[in-house]
C-alpha cells in the first residue's frame, strides 16, 4: 500500500506556544514556479493584539536576565539552528533557491546568531558612556531595552533577513513581534521550532506569518510596542512613521543586502535600546583636575 | 437588602442540591463563545467597570496607598469624559476610616473585610469586634469570611449561626460572605455553602479571599447563581453574587456578565446585584474601553497604576 505524506501544518508562534491564526484563514503564497508552499496562516489584527500581549508579558524577565545568559541562549539558538540547517536548506531550495546558495544562506544566519551572541554582554560598556559634567556629579549613560519591537522582515529572503534583524533585538534584552514575510514565510515558521527548543523563553520572539499590508496597521498603531524595525519600500515605511507618532515610536528603516557579511554590527543593537543618564551626586573626586 | 417578612423554614443542608460537574462545565464553556461587539460591548465594559469592589488586601497597605486607590477609584480615567466610578473600595478594618475619608461624597462605597479575614481562625468574639469595628469606622458593607475548618468537618450549624451572628454585627452594613471556594473544592460544598450563607442572612455570596487558588472560576460561579435563583424562587429573596480573585480580563469579565444575565435576568445586572472583586480588572476594561473607542491597542502605561 503507498504511503500518504504527512504535511506539516505551518502555524504561528505566540507566547511559546504554536497556535493557529484566531482568524482561521490561510494563504497559499507561490514559489517561482507557480507551485505552492503550503496553507501559510493569514494572521489578523488580534494575533498581533495577542502577540503583543505575549511579548511584553515576557519583557520583564528578559531584559532582568543576565546579560551573559542572554548570550548563552543566543549561542544555543545557533547550536539549534546548524542542527536542522538541512530541514532550512531544503525550504530555501522549495522556495527558489539553489542548493550552494541556500547552504550559504545558512550558513550566515548561523553566523549572525553566533555574532549577536558575543554582543550581549559587552555592548553596554562599548555604548556606554562616563561624562563631564561641570558640577559635583558622577554622571553615566548606559543603555537599556526599549520594550516590545515590532520586526517585518525582509520581504526577499526568507531565513537571513529574519535572522538579521531579529537577533539584534532581543540581544539588546528587546521581546519583539515578528512578521514574517510574505512570499517566502517557511524559514520563519520553522525557525519557531528552533526557538522553542532554545531556552529562549516563551514570548520573546513571536512570529507572525500573513499579509504585510493587513498587519502593518495594527502593529504600528499600537500604544504598547516601543519600536518598528521595518525592511521594504519607502511608501510603506511613510506609513509607518506617521502611525507611530502616537506613541514616539523609535522607528528604523533597512534597505540593504542582509547576506552580506557587512550587515551586522554594534549600531543595529544600539538602534533599539534607550540611553538612561544618572546625575549621582559626589564630593569631588580627584580634586580641581578632575573631568567627571 | 430585602426585609424578611415571612418566616422562612431552614432547610437540611446536608440535602443540598447535587451539582453535576461535566454539565456545569458544559453550560459554562458556552458562555464564552458569545459574540459581543461595538455598543454591546462598550456598555457591558462600561457595566463591568461599575461593578467592580476596587480591592487592596496586602499586608503592607498603608494610609497612602488605600488613599491612592480610593483617588483611582473615582478617577478611573480622566482622559475620557463620562466614565462610571466603581462601586466599592474594599480594604481591611483597619483602613476603613481613611477610604470613608477619601471617597466621600463620590458615592463609592466602602467594604471591609472582616471575621479574621483571611483565614478566619478567630474566635467569634474576636470576629464580633473585627466586624463592630469596621462598621464603627464607617464601612458600608462587610465582607466576612466563613470558618472553612469547621464547614469541612461538617458543623454546618456552626458555620451557620456565625454569619447569623455577624449579620447582626453588621447592622445595617451590607453582609457579604465569603466561601473561599478553592478550600471547599466540590461544587457540591460550594452549593451547600452557598446555601447555608444565605439563609444565615447573606446580601452577597463572594467566592474567594483571593489569597488561595483556584479563586473565581466560571463554574463556581456559575453554581452559586443557580443557588441564587433558587433561593429566590424559594424565598423570594434577591441575593447578590461576587466572584473574586482571578477575574483580571474585559473578555472574562463579559463572560461573567453574560452568565449572570442568563442565569439571574437583568435584575441582577446593577451593582446591587453583581460585583467583580479585583484590582487589575480596572486597567483591562479601561483599556478595552479606549481601544473600542479609538481603533487603537493600548498600553498599560498610559492608565494610573492601581
Keep these: 500500500m503507498e504511503r500518504l505524506e504527512v504535511l506539516k501544518t505551518y502555524k504561528i508562534y505566540i507566547g511559546g506556544k504554536f497556535p493557529r491564526t484566531e482568524s482561521g484563514r490561510y494563504y497559499q503564497p507561490m514559489n517561482g514556479n507557480g507551485n505552492a508552499l503550503g496553507n501559510i496562516c493569514l494572521s489578523s489584527r488580534k494575533d498581533v493584539r495577542n502577540a503583543v500581549v505575549a511579548a511584553r508579558k515576557a519583557f520583564g524577565d528578559w531584559s532582568g536576565r543576565a546579560a551573559f545568559n542572554r548570550g548563552q541562549i543566543l549561542y544555543r539558538i545557533a547550536e539549534m539552528l546548524e542542527a536542522r540547517r538541512g530541514q532550512f536548506m531544503d525550504e ?40 563631564p559634567v561641570a558640577s559635583s556629579h558622577f554622571n553615566f549613560s548606559v543603555h537599556e531595552p526599549m520594550g516590545v519591537v515590532g520586526i517585518f522582515a525582509d520581504a526577499d529572503t526568507s531565513l537571513i533577513g529574519f535572522v538579521s534583524m531579529m537577533a539584534p533585538v532581543i540581544a539588546g534584552g528587546n521581546t519583539c513581534v515578528a512578521v514574517a514575510s510574505e512570499n517566502l514565510p517557511l524559514c520563519a515558521v520553522t525557525f519557531s521550532e528552533v526557538l522553542n527548543s532554545s531556552d529562549v523563553p516563551g514570548g520573546v520572539v513571536n512570529i507572525l506569518t500573513g499579509k504585510q499590508s493587513e498587519l502593518v496597521k495594527p502593529l504600528t498603531t499600537h500604544m504598547d510596542v516601543n519600536a518598528v524595525a521595518y525592511s521594504g519600500s519607502k511608501e510603506v515605511f511613510t506609513e509607518i512613521q506617521q502611525d507611530s507618532v502616537l506613541n514616539l515610536k523609535r522607528v528604523m528603516h533597512f534597505e540593504q543586502d542582509w547576506s552580506q557579511s557587512n550587515a551586522q554590527n554594534l549600531y543595529l543593537i544600539e538602534h533599539f535600546q534607550e540611553v538612561k543618564t544618572t546625575w549621582h551626586p559626589i564630593e569631588d573626586i580627584g580634586g580641581a583636575t578632575s573631568t567627571y | 437588602m430585602t426585609k424578611r417578612n415571612n418566616p422562612i423554614t431552614l432547610p437540611d443542608f446536608s440535602k443540598s442540591t447535587r451539582v453535576d460537574k461535566v454539565g456545569v462545565e458544559e453550560r459554562v464553556s458556552r458562555f464564552q463563545k458569545r459574540s459581543i461587539k461595538g455598543e454591546a460591548k462598550l456598555q457591558g465594559l462600561k457595566m463591568a467597570l461599575n461593578m467592580i469592589d476596587l480591592t487592596t488586601l496586602e499586608g503592607k497597605d498603608s494610609p497612602g496607598k488605600v488613599r491612592q486607590m480610593c483617588f483611582k477609584a473615582q478617577h478611573l480615567h480622566d482622559v475620557h469624559p463620562g466614565l462610571p466610578t466603581v462601586a466599592a473600595v474594599c480594604v481591611y478594618p483597619s483602613m476603613v476610616g481613611i477610604a470613608k475619608k477619601e471617597v466621600a461624597g463620590s458615592g463609592v462605597k466602602v467594604a471591609s473585610v472582616s471575621a479574621a479575614f483571611p483565614a478566619g481562625q478567630a474566635p467569634i468574639d474576636v470576629k464580633i469586634r473585627d466586624t463592630r469595628f469596621a462598621v464603627d469606622e464607617g464601612a458600608d458593607e462587610i465582607d466576612m469570611v466563613i470558618s472553612r475548618g469547621k464547614y469541612l468537618a461538617g458543623e454546618y450549624n456552626f458555620v451557620f449561626d456565625e454569619i447569623a451572628t455577624i449579620k447582626e454585627a453588621s447592622g445595617n452594613a451590607r453582609l457579604k460572605v465569603i466561601l473561599e471556594t478553592g478550600e471547599l473544592v466540590t461544587l457540591d460544598d460550594v452549593r451547600r455553602a452557598s446555601d447555608i450563607a444565605m439563609y444565615a442572612g447573606a446580601d452577597f455570596i463572594k467566592t474567594s479571599t483571593g489569597k488561595i487558588q483556584p479563586a473565581a472560576t466560571m463554574q463556581v460561579t456559575y453554581t452559586m447563581l443557580q443557588a441564587i435563583r433558587d433561593f429566590r424562587l424559594e424565598t423570594g429573596i434577591k441575593v447578590g453574587m461576587k466572584p473574586a480573585g482571578g477575574i483580571s480580563s474585559a473578555k472574562l469579565a463579559l463572560h461573567n456578565l453574560v452568565m449572570v444575565k442568563e442565569v439571574l435576568g437583568n435584575e441582577w445586572l446593577t451593582n446591587d446585584g453583581f460585583r467583580f472583586g479585583a484590582s487589575s480588572l480596572a486597567n483591562d476594561l479601561l483599556m478595552q474601553i479606549m481601544k473600542v473607542e479609538t481603533g487603537i491597542y493600548q498600553s498599560s502605561d498610559y492608565f494610573a497604576i492601581d
Excluded: F, P
Aim: net charge positive; glycine share 8%; proline share 0%.
Design chain 1, 92 to 131: 530555501l531550495q522549495q522556495q527558489g533557491s539553489t542548493r550552494a546558495k541556500a547552504e550559504k544562506e545558512v550558513n550566515a544566519a548561523i553566523d549572525r546568531l553566533i555574532y549577536y551572541a558575543g554582543w550581549c554582554d559587552k555592548y553596554v560598556q562599548v555604548l556606554g558612556s562616563v561624562n
